[in-house]
């Protein structure tokens, strides 16, 4: 004798029912899953049932009448849990209709759509179908108001941070549009910036990193790195540093050299030409000499070592104002990269996608960045104060003390 079932006939002929009342449109495994029984399990059921249902003349036999009883009570639960006077899924939107299309659910709205659809399908209906609960959708129409408000000022919001990004000719990341809100009065989340703007597509920009040859004088006298890679400083005019990069104008090029207080990260001097001579970085040199007042002395004077800065001439100029000079390796950005990090600042924000045409133009376009970048633009490194503020606000005493 073979091992007895542990379910009855009575379960036996419910699951048959069920696969029945399921018409094709579900799979032995989905309704074996909801009978917690093994999918062949059932398949033997129905086939059971299919073979011995009737009698010879037609006449139903006791499982066919078993059957039916067990089709009808199936039928009657499903009733009992349905809509009143509706039949399970009667009046649901099709699966492949205009309301359910395939690669367009309902998630994060669903609330939005139940309250579009309301009228055409129930409340109820929708939140069966969406597996909510009704309690949840009335409870989010009654903050239609708090969140109508919220959406207008987060446009108000997006608004200010587009002015913002326009203001500073698209340069400007989520942290320093942060820092600009920050400095306009407004409390807001660095999170929430950079939220809204990935949500509305609005970037900083972002330069490749492209190499840049220095060509050393190879009988020049050594130079020691005073400063190891350290670009810190304790007061202004204690610590610059320098260096030369090059702009395309057409088909000739335009050198700029440009002197940084690494304290307050300054531009304090430049200097642009049409050539790289000793005499672009001693002009430049001079400049920055010129907006201290003339009083230099002890600065340390950081740079790589080009041609230009190993020159005689521009040894001459530095012990002329009582500058020692420093300098990093030959190739190696990192031994420079104050200033490194300032030409990619330049050619990101004043540069990009816009090829220049005549010299005029260029330094037109150069001069306006460089005050830009003084008295406007935010630096991380500073607290996100421009280098003007900054020297005005942690400087301030000791320079009007120095000019008393």
């Known amino acids: 004798m073979g091992r007895p079932s542990k379910y009855n006939s009575e379960f036996r002929s419910d699951a048959v029912a069920l696969w ?19 999918p062949e399990t059932l398949r033997t059921w129905v086939r059971d049932a299919e073979n011995g249902g009737s009698q010879a003349g037609g006449r139903p036999g006791p499982e066919s009448v078993q059957a039916e009883l067990a089709r009808l009570r199936a039928e009657n639960a499903r009733l009992a849990r349905a809509e009143k006077g509706v039949a399970a899924g009667a009046g649901d939107p099709a699966p492949g209709g205009p309301v359910f299309c395939p690669g367009n659910e309902v998630k994060a709205r669903r609330w939005d759509f139940i309250s579009a659809n309301a009228d055409d399908f129930g409340v109820q209906r929708l939140c069966r179908v969406l597996q909510v609960s009704r309690s949840g959708y009335y409870w989010w129409i009654t903050g239609a108001g708090t969140r109508a408000r919220r959406q207008a000022e987060e446009d108000a919001l997006v608004e200010e941070i587009r002015e913002i990004h326009a203001g500073h000719k698209e340069t400007y990341g989520a942290l320093r549009v942060y820092a600009e809100l920050r400095a306009f009065g407004h409390t807001v989340n660095r999170k929430r910036v950079a939220r809204l703007m990935r949500k509305h597509g609005i970037a900083g920009r972002h330069l490749r990193r492209k190499k840049r040859t220095t060509v050393p004088d190879p009988v020049a006298p050594p130079v020691p790195d005073l400063l190891q890679r350290d670009f810190t400083a304790e007061y202004l005019d204690e610590r610059w540093c320098g260096d030369i990069t090059y702009i395309q104008v057409g088909a000739a090029w335009l050198y700029l050299a440009c002197v940084i207080d690494i304290r307050s990260r300054r531009v304090v001097g430049w200097s642009m030409a049409a ?94 960045w460089l005050t830009y970048y003084n008295a406007r633009r935010r630096h991380s490194a500073l607290g996100y104060l421009s280098p003007l503020e900054f020297e005005q606000q942690h400087h301030a005493p000791t320079m009007l003390s120095l000019a008393a």
């Not at 029945?20 to 093994?38: C, E, H, P, Q, Y």
């Not at 003339?294 to 001439?313: E, K, L, M, P």
């Open 275 to 368: 050539h790289m001579r000793a005499s672009l970085v001693i002009e430049a040199l001079e400049a920055a000499v010129t907006a201290r007042g003339g009083n230099v002395t002890g600065v340390i004077f950081h740079a790589d070592r080009g041609a230009q800065y190993t020159s005689a001439a521009f040894a001459q100029v530095c012990d002329r104002y009582g500058g020692r000079r420093s300098m990093g390796r030959v190739g190696s950005s990192y031994d420079n990269a104050l200033a490194e990090s300032l030409w990619q600042s330049l050619k990101r924000e004043a540069m990009h996608g816009k090829p220049f045409q005549t010299m005029s133009q260029a330094r037109l376009e150069i001069f306006q």
């Open 20 to 38: 029945r009342a399921s018409a094709g449109r579900r799979t032995f495994k989905d309704v074996a899953a909801d009978l917690n029984v093994n």
